[in-house]
């Protein structure tokens, strides 16, 4: 495809929807085959990589925790 007549947004929207689409399609595969291995609770949003819930960095109280160690040494 020639992306000459594309602005670069536009690119940018076709990149990620083919990629989203990709993922789509790996996760949806990953979710029948873990169900088919006997993994309960199966989600496609386990696998999918612009679905999955993040987890924070750090916490509060990790945070604190390390400020501790490090005014220890």
Same mark, same amino acid.
């Given at each position: 495809?020639?992306?000459?007549?594309?602005?670069?947004? +536009?690119?940018?929207?076709?990149?990620?929807? &083919?990629?989203?689409? &990709?993922?789509?399609?790996?996760?949806?595969?990953?979710?029948?085959?873990? &169900?088919?291995?006997?993994?309960?609770?199966?989600?496609?949003?386990?696998?999918?990589?612009?679905?999955? +819930?993040?987890?924070? +960095?750090?916490?509060?109280?990790?945070?604190? &925790?390390?400020?501790?160690?490090?005014?220890?040494?």
């Amino acid at each position: 495809m020639d992306p000459r007549p594309f602005k670069y947004h +536009q690119l940018m929207m076709m990149r990620e929807g &083919s990629e989203r689409e &990709s993922w789509d399609r790996l996760a949806y595969w990953c979710a029948v085959y873990s &169900s088919a291995k006997g993994v309960k609770n199966v989600k496609v949003e386990n696998y999918h990589k612009f679905d999955m +819930q993040q987890k924070p +960095q750090m916490s509060k109280e990790h945070l604190h &925790s390390l400020k501790g160690f490090l005014e220890e040494k």
